[in-house]
């Protein structure tokens, strides 16, 4: 094939990039990559969004995309479905979410909820809410946590902070919930939205509880002490929430709790420490996959593991979901996700926090399976439903 011809066949085949989302409109990516990566029979899974966090104050949130039926990486998706949008995405990207046909885009200290259409990635709206953190869902509403004050460390003033609930069709903030101080991830289980107070402006008297909020009422009912500096909550498949804490970065270290109902009571309480270093994990079926990157302010350095815990037994079951050697070239593991139908294991390297980032596949057995350049600090992942055809 000449140069001339391979370069056509590249700018056809890069046209039909989210056909599997979109066969309306087609728009040439400018900056891709080709990928050994197929959508399976049976699978109606058709691709991956990840959000690159950008550094604090660069205004560098991007968003990226990972097409399983035609085996594209798309880099910088925000900027070229949204030309318009000035100042693009904003400042740090921290959760992003799929519910309904919209893709839902909390920028923290842009301190707003971008809200586009899932299947194209255009800009619908957003929603202004103060210094917004992690989101989740629940019967038409979504509920997004927020520091509500300023970033600012060790703020004598600090006020607590709060969950605001969003209706999903008017995409306008309906009613608002006061939590702990400086509210993090956010979690569904029953009729109660869980939400982990890290008290993280305020060290070293950081806040150590869960808050527990009744959806239907929209109040605060009670907190349970948990640990310091929480940050992840997550409900299994068995009606535990496993919930993390960072932390003081020198004394205590990170860790695991697991929180279940009181026997004949309706009310969680914390039933399990595992004492395992956590910052991040992922539940598929009864496998935890989890990392931590644990730093210490006295000697300067991050600790990292990895691991799998069985959710059913509360057992670690492997101390590395890499089973071939090449964690080793992972810089900073900052995000990761589970494909739900092929078990693939999806892991970001967040390097030096300040340029180019990776985003690493394994197989479910934990082979190494391909690589890819993504945007500055990519951490956020969730996956969209389509058709192959």
Request: net charge negative; hydrophobic share 35%.
């Amino acid at each position: 094939m000449t140069r001339n011809l391979r370069f056509l066949y590249i700018i056809l085949l890069s046209a039909v990039v989210f056909s599997a989302c979109r066969e309306d409109e087609v728009v040439v990516p400018t900056e891709y990559d080709i990928l050994p990566v197929t959508m399976p029979e049976g699978s109606n899974i058709a691709g991956m969004y990840l959000l690159n966090e950008g550094n604090m104050g660069s205004n560098k949130c991007t968003l990226d995309y990972l097409d399983f039926v035609q085996g594209y990486y798309v880099r910088n998706l925000y900027a070229e479905r949204n030309p318009h949008v000035i100042k693009e995405l904003g400042d740090v990207g921290n959760d992003i979410r799929v519910y309904g046909s919209k893709l839902y885009v909390v920028v923290n200290c842009s301190n707003k909820m971008e809200v586009l259409d899932a299947r194209t990635g255009v800009r619908i709206s957003q929603v202004d809410i103060p210094n917004c953190r992690y989101v989740n869902f629940y019967r038409g509403h979504a509920y997004v946590s927020s520091y509500v004050g300023p970033v600012q460390l060790n703020n004598p003033n600090a006020v607590k902070g709060a969950v605001y609930k969003v209706d999903t069709l008017t995409l306008k903030v309906v009613d608002k919930c006061t939590v702990g101080y400086q509210p993090e991830e956010v979690e569904v289980l029953g009729e109660y939205l869980y939400v982990a107070n890290s008290g993280g402006y305020m060290a070293p008297d950081y806040d150590n509880t869960v808050s527990v909020i009744e959806l239907e009422g929209f109040r605060q009912m009670q907190k349970i002490p948990v640990g310091i500096n929480l940050h992840r909550v997550k409900a299994d498949s068995h009606g535990r929430l496993w919930v993390t804490s960072r932390g003081d970065y020198e004394t205590i270290s990170s860790n695991l709790y697991v929180l279940q109902k009181k026997k004949g009571r309706n009310e969680m309480e914390v039933t399990d420490t595992l004492n395992i270093p956590c910052s991040n994990f992922c539940i598929s079926g009864d496998s935890l996959y989890f990392y931590s990157t644990e730093w210490n302010n006295f000697t300067q350095q991050n600790t990292i593991t990895y691991g799998i815990i069985n959710t059913e037994t509360l057992q670690r079951v492997s101390n590395s979901f890499i089973t071939d050697g090449t964690q080793a070239d992972i810089t900073i593991p900052y995000g990761i996700s589970i494909h739900p139908d092929t078990g693939d294991i999806y892991i970001t390297d967040a390097k030096n926090y300040v340029s180019s980032g990776v985003l690493h596949c394994y197989s479910k057995d934990g082979k190494h399976k391909w690589s890819v350049r993504t945007g500055d600090i990519p951490a956020h992942m969730c996956f969209i439903k389509g058709s192959s055809k």
